[in-house]
C-alpha cells in the first residue's frame, strides 16, 4: 500500500531531481554566490532560529533527555554564526565538478575525457544535530548536488526554520529552492520511502547512531554511504616508548570520548604491562577511566571488571575502555579483525616490521603509527569540510569531503568514429 | 532456518577471506608468477576442459538452447587458450594496489599517505560464459583479492573443471588456492547466501541479464557493483550529417546487436528525419532492422510497426530499433532521462551548443559526440582488461579494470602526535 507520506516524500525527490538538473550546469561563482547568500539570511534570522530551538529545547527537557544531547541541540547566536561561517568556508573550497581526471586519444582519433560530475541528489538521514542541516546542504550544493534532508525528530523545529531560512537564502540566486528538501514528518514511513526511491535520490548518507546506520544499509535499495560507527583500536606493541603509548591513549580515550574516532579498546603486549603497568594504571585513574579487561588485565590493573564478550565490540561513547593482553601483533591483528569497525585503528610501536604487518594487514579506513586516532577527521586531516566518514570500501573510505559527492562521466568527442 | 547450502558458502567464504590476508601481502612479482601459472596450466589442461565443456553442451542440447546461447558455452582449443592469453596480458598491466594517491604532512608533523589496497573478497555472480570464470579470477588476483565465483548452472561442469586447473596452477605459487572459490551448488538459496554475507565478502558484481542483476541489487547488503544493462540511445540533432549519422547508427545496431553498448532507440529531429528519411529507410532495410516507431516514426518508414510504452524501455539486444521523432535536443535529453539505463548515449549533431547540453544534462556513464556507442568496453578504450561496465554512480562508473577492484586506506606515521 502506498502511504501518504511515500506520496509527499517521492514528490519532494522529483522536485529534488529536476532542481539537480539546473544545479548540474551552474558555474562555480554562481554556486558561491548562493552559499554566501545563504549564510547571510542565516545570520540575518538569528533570532527567529533561536526562537524555533526552543520548541525543541522544551520538548527535549519535557522528554528528560541527557545533558549532552541537550547541549548538541541548544543553539546559540554564536553557533549559527558558525553554521553560516561553515557555509562561506565551503564556498572558498575548489569545486570538486568539472575536474578532468585524465584524457586520452584512441588510435583511431577517438578523444576520451573522465571528468567528475554531482552525483545528483542526496539523501541525508540524521539524528539531532541541526548542524548537520546547514553543513550537508552547503556541501551538496557546493558540488553541484539537491538534497534531501531527513533530520530527527527531536530537532524538527528547529531544522524546518534553518531549511525556510536557507530557502529564503536562495531566492535572488541560481540555485533554485527546490534544491533543498525538507521531510517534515517524523512518521518512520517517511523515512522508510526514501530507501526505494533509486529513480529520484543517487545516494543515501545515514550520519548518527549504530541502529540508525544499520537500518539504511539493510534496507536500502539506494546506495548508501555508509558512515561512522568507530569501534577503534589501539595496540601497544612490546617496543612502545611508554610516555608516548599513554600520551596518545589518553588522547584518543579522553579528548572527546563520544566522537567515533576515539579510542574503545587498548590491545596491550603482555611484556610491555609486565614492564610499565604502574605508569599505564596511574594513567587511567588519573583520567578517571573504568577498565572492562580480560582474564591477565584484571590481575595487573587494580579496580578493573572482567570484560564480556559483549565488551570488545561496545563503542563505549564515554570513559569506559576495554583492555585485552595479547601475546603478539599477530594476535592483536585478529582481534581487531573480529571486533573492529573498518574506521581507525592505531599502533604503537617501534618495531618496523611490526608496524608494516599492521598497517598491511589491519583492514580499516585509518591506520595510525605512533599517533593518536582522534586524527581521522575531514578538519583536522585538511579537508576543510567533511560530509561524514565513510566506513565502507566502495567509492570514498574514511573521511568524506567533497569530492565523495561527485562521480565521473566518460565525455567522448568523435568524428564519426565506428568499431 | 540455515540451510546446508549457506553453510557450505559461508565456509567457502571465510576460507576466501582468509586467503585474502597472504594475497594482500604479495609482491607484484609474486602475482604475476601465480597468473602465468594458471595461464599454462589452462594450456596444458585443454583437452580435460573440452571434455567437461561437452556435458555442457549436451544438457544444453536436450535442454533446447538457442544457438547463440549454445555458442557463447562452447569452447575449442584456440578459446581456451585465448583464456590463457588473458590472464598473460592482466599479469603484464600495471599493478594498482600499493599507488599512493596522495600524501602530506600535517604542521605536527604528521604523515598522510592515501594509498590504494585491494578490497578483499570479490563474489562474482554470472550467467552461462565460461570465460567470466577466468577473467574474474585474473583480474581479482592481480589486485590482490580473493574471488568467491558463482557461475551459472548450464556452464556447471567448464566452470567447475576450469575452477579445478586454475586452482592446481597455483599450487608452487605464493597465491593460496583458497583465494579462488568455486559454488558449484546449483541452489538459488546458494546464490542467495551470498547477498548477505558483509562480513567475508567486501563486494558483490552481478555480471548477466536484467533481472539476475536486479536480484542482486535489490537483495543483497553486501555493497554490489551493479553492471551492464544498456538501453542505449543514439539522438540525431537536427544538424547531424547524414552519412555520419547513419553510419554511427548501423555501427551501433549492427555489429554486435546482443551486448550492452548496442544501441536499442534513435531519437531523430522532426527536420532530419524529413530531409533525409530516404537514407534513413534504405539502410534499416539493407541491414534487416524491424522498426518499432512512434506516430510520426510510423508515418515516414515503410513497414514500421507502432511502438507499445515497453519498446521504449526494452534492450533489444537483437536487430530491432525503437524510433522517436522529436522537435528538439531538450525532448531527447528528457527521454533518455525517463527511459535511459545511464549507460551509453550519443548524440550525432554540428550543433556545439546542443552537444553541450547533452553532455551536461545526460545522466549516463558514457556520453558520445559524433560516434558510436560501442566503444564503451574495457578493451575499446584501452584498459586492458575489464570486470564489468558499471552503470552506478558510486566507486566506479563506466568500464571497470583493476583500479576497480581496489579501495583506499588513509596510512598515517606519527612521532606521539595528538589533538
Redesign the interface.
Known amino acids: 500500500m502506498i502511504t501518504k507520506e511515500q506520496t509527499n516524500v517521492e514528490a519532494q525527490a522529483i522536485q529534488a531531481k529536476k532542481a539537480s538538473?539546473t544545479l548540474?550546469?551552474l558555474t562555480t561563482e554562481e554556486k558561491n554566490k548562493a552559499l554566501h547568500a545563504i549564510a547571510d539570511q542565516i545570520e540575518a534570522n538569528w533570532e527567529e532560529i533561536l526562537k524555533a530551538n526552543e520548541l525543541d529545547l522544551i520538548k527535549g527537557r519535557e522528554a528528560g533527555y541527557e545533558e549532552a544531547f541537550m547541549d548538541r541541540l541548544s543553539l546559540t547566536k554564536e553557533r549559527v554564526s558558525e553554521f553560516a561561517n561553515g557555509l562561506r568556508e565551503v564556498a572558498s573550497l575548489d569545486d570538486p565538478t568539472g575536474i578532468v581526471q585524465s584524457d586520452?586519444t584512441?588510435d583511431n582519433g577517438?578523444q576520451?575525457q573522465k571528468v567528475t560530475v554531482p552525483?545528483?541528489v542526496i539523501g541525508m538521514i540524521y539524528e539531532a544535530r541541526p548542524n548537520v542541516t546547514v553543513d550537508a546542504t552547503g556541501l551538496a550544493l557546493k558540488s553541484g548536488n539537491s538534497i534531501v534532508l531527513k533530520g530527527g525528530s527531536s530537532a524538527i523545529e528547529s531544522n524546518k526554520k534553518i531549511v525556510e531560512v536557507m530557502k529564503e537564502g536562495l531566492l535572488n540566486t541560481r540555485i533554485p529552492k527546490d534544491a533543498i528538501q525538507f521531510i517534515a514528518s517524523t512518521d518512520r514511513k517517511a523515512t522508510n520511502a526514501l530507501f526505494t526511491m533509486k529513480e529520484h535520490i543517487?545516494?543515501l548518507i545515514p550520519r548518527g547512531g549504530g541502529s540508525l546506520i544499520q537500518a539504511v544499509?539493510?534496507n536500502a535499495?539506494v546506495?548508501v554511504?555508509e558512515t561512522g560507527v568507530g569501534n577503534c583500536h589501539i595496540y601497544i606493541d612490546e617496543s612502545a616508548?611508554v610516555?608516548?603509548a599513554i600520551?596518545?591513549l589518553m588522547?584518543?580515550k579522553t579528548?572527546r570520548p563520544a566522537v567515533c574516532n576515539a579510542v574503545e579498546t587498548v590491545i596491550v603486549h603482555e611484556t610491555w604491562l609486565n614492564a610499565h603497568k604502574e605508569a599505564l594504571i596511574q594513567a587511567l585513574q588519573e583520567n578517571g577511566i573504568s577498565v572492562h579487561g580480560d582474564k591477565l588485565a584484571v590481575e595487573a590493573i587494580p579496580g578493573a571488571t572482567e570484560a564480556k564478550e559483549a565488551d570488545w565490540a561496545e563503542e563505549y561513547l564515554s570513559k569506559h575502555i576495554a583492555v585485552k593482553v595479547v601475546a603478539d601483533v599477530i594476535e592483536a591483528i585478529e582481534h581487531i579483525e573480529v571486533y573492529g569497525t573498518k574506521h581507525s585503528e592505531a599502533i604503537i610501536s617501534e618495531d618496523l616490521q611490526n608496524v608494516d604487518l599492521f598497517?598491511?594487514?589491519v583492514?580499516?579506513?585509518?591506520?595510525?603509527?605512533?599517533?593518536?586516532t582522534?586524527?581521522?577527521d575531514g578538519g583536522?586531516?585538511?579537508f576543510g569540510a567533511e560530509i561524514g566518514i565513510s566506513t565502507?570500501?566502495?567509492?570514498a573510505?574514511?573521511p568524506m569531503g567533497l569530492p565523495a559527492l561527485t562521480?565521473?562521466?566518460?565525455?567522448?568527442?568523435?568524428?564519426?568514429?565506428?568499431?
Not at 363 to 372: F, K, P, R, V
Not at 392 to 395: G, R, S, V
Not at 409 to 415: E, W
Open positions: 538538473k548540474s550546469i586520452w584512441l577517438l576520451v552525483l545528483g543517487d545516494v544499509v539493510n535499495t546506495p554511504l616508548e610516555d608516548q600520551s596518545i588522547n584518543a579528548d598497517m598491511k594487514l583492514d580499516a579506513a585509518a591506520l595510525y603509527h605512533n599517533a593518536s582522534r586524527f581521522t583536522a586531516l585538511g565502507q570500501k566502495l567509492h573510505r574514511g562521480t565521473i562521466k566518460f565525455q567522448m568527442k568523435g568524428t564519426g568514429q565506428v568499431r
